[in-house]
């Protein structure tokens, strides 16, 4: 059973500082990582997507992987309260398998 | 360019009903993959379509079914409703992968009375 796992939250921050959203997977085999944010009563929109080990960055959002741990990371700087939502890390095995959603966790950016 | 639209927004059925829900994905996008997502479960991933053939299946009863047409345009269907159907309902289509960035409808609000 691959597994995808996320604190739920609510992670509260206040607004300026860092946001670290955190993700663990159970299958070593996982080759693409994704970051979803899904805003209360609408659909999830990609935030980003990792590939290698490493960090990415695209503005104020930095994606974090370390498959030997089997980790996957989202930092948000200067968080504002509209990065209010929930956040979702999705992990795939291939490019033709489904991706596997957690849970989510929920951020609270607070003015 | 369109989005993804889903039709119905809406749903309320009573148990044993059956629903039908349609996708019609972003133009010139080849694959469609469905999901259903509860507040205790999060997303789970139903089917996924490409060039009309079922590419992936999750782990959901037979009642849940499946196609899509020539168009790209696909549609789900559940059988015999039970009470813990009620979910939200999400479509999503990428250009021909399910790794693919993934855009996403703005879901079906299935409600089972």
């Known amino acids: 059973q691959k597994e995808v796992e996320q604190n739920s939250g609510p992670l509260s921050v206040p607004e300026g500082a860092i946001a670290s959203l955190n993700c663990t997977y159970s299958?070593?085999?996982?080759?693409?990582f994704f970051w979803y944010r899904q805003y209360s009563g609408k659909s999830p929109e990609l935030i980003m997507f990792?590939?290698?080990?490493g960090d990415k960055e695209d503005g104020r959002f930095t994606a974090q992987l370390n498959k030997a741990s089997q980790y996957v990371s989202l930092l948000i700087r200067d968080s504002q309260p509209s990065d209010s939502a929930t956040y979702l890390c999705?992990?795939?095995?291939?490019?033709?398998?489904?991706?596997?959603f957690g849970k989510g966790t929920r951020l609270s950016v607070i003015a | 360019k369109a989005g993804v639209t889903q039709t119905p927004r809406y749903l309320i059925k009573t148990r044993g009903q059956q629903v039908t829900l349609s996708c019609s994905p972003i133009?010139?996008?080849?694959?469609v993959s469905w999901y259903q997502q509860t507040p205790g479960q999060g997303l789970q991933f139903l089917f996924e379509?490409?060039?009309?053939?079922?590419?992936n299946k999750g782990n959901f009863p037979g009642r849940f079914s499946g196609r899509q047409f020539s168009n790209s345009r696909s549609e789900m269907n559940v059988s015999t409703l039970e009470l813990g159907d009620s979910a939200l309902y999400l479509c999503?289509?990428?250009?021909?992968?399910?790794?693919?960035?993934?855009?996403f409808g703005p879901g079906t609000r299935l409600t089972v009375l």
């Open positions: 999503a289509s990428s250009l021909s992968t399910a790794t693919d960035t993934q855009y």
């Open positions: 299958d070593r085999g996982s080759q693409s």
């Open positions: 990792i590939y290698s080990n």
């Open positions: 999705a992990v795939s095995l291939s490019g033709n398998t489904p991706l596997v």
């Open positions: 133009s010139g996008h080849r694959s």
């Open positions: 379509y490409f060039s009309e053939t079922q590419r």
